[in-house]
């Protein structure tokens, strides 16, 4: 008679081994997976702060390009803490102005951020002085916009410090003190903007953001 054939199956001991070797495998993959995804995470991440930032930025410039000089009023003024400035509205038919400033402060979850606050189309001088102490009300403790006076605010990107320089006779000096504006020069040729990020995942540490003055007629030194 024909001895019957034996089935072969896998041993314990080779079961053991190929469950050992999946696990691996499995835990390998997932470290890969997961630091691929933090990785996205973290260039979206910097890319949205980069992103933020650049908008930031212009709208900083495009305030500064369409500050406007009227009579009996401010076009600038630097505590060492908040920007106060009187700009025109990009659209030339309508001859209105608006109040714009610039501070830091925290916001309701307790961050330091940089923000910005506008108040509405402006018309009349009266107007424009109830504006301007509001944007100073504002950057003091956010109670800028009442309901004879409702600007509106933008938080911006976290903040630690910010300086301005103001450029002036050839040289770079302090936008307060001894370089403050007076009111027959109340504009610089230049402003110099100093922001200090705070440590994060995406930006930190010193940018810096030079503005001349379309009219400036002099050189500029960035020493």
Excluded: C
Excluded at 3 to 30: C, D, K, N, Q
Excluded at 94 to 99: A, D, G, K, L, R
């Amino acid at each position: 008679m024909t001895p019957l054939r034996r089935s072969h199956g896998f041993t314990l001991i080779e079961l053991m081994v190929a469950i050992a070797v999946m696990a691996l495998l499995a835990l390998v993959s997932w470290r890969g997976l997961d630091g691929m995804a933090r990785a996205q995470s973290q260039n979206r991440e910097r890319g949205d702060a980069v992103l933020a930032l650049q908008a930031t930025l212009l709208q900083w410039t495009a305030d500064l390009d369409a500050v406007t000089v009227l009579s009996q009023t401010r076009a600038l003024d630097w505590d060492g803490r908040t920007l106060r400035l009187t700009r025109r509205s990009t659209d030339t038919s309508q001859p209105v102005v608006y109040v714009v400033a610039w501070t830091q402060r925290a916001d309701a979850n307790g961050v330091v951020r940089w923000f910005r606050w506008q108040s509405p189309p402006l018309t009349t001088r009266p107007a424009w002085q109830q504006a301007w102490d509001r944007a100073g009300a504002w950057a003091q403790d956010g109670s800028g916009s009442g309901d004879d006076m409702r600007g509106s605010e933008l938080g911006l990107m976290p903040l630690n410090s910010w300086q301005l320089f103001y450029f002036r006779n050839d040289a770079w000096g302090p936008a307060v003190g001894a370089a403050a504006l007076t009111t027959s020069t109340q504009l610089p040729d230049g402003i110099r903007l100093v922001l200090n990020l705070p440590p994060g995942p995406a930006l930190a540490g010193l940018i810096t953001r030079d503005w001349v003055r379309p009219t400036a007629a002099v050189a500029k030194s960035t020493s």
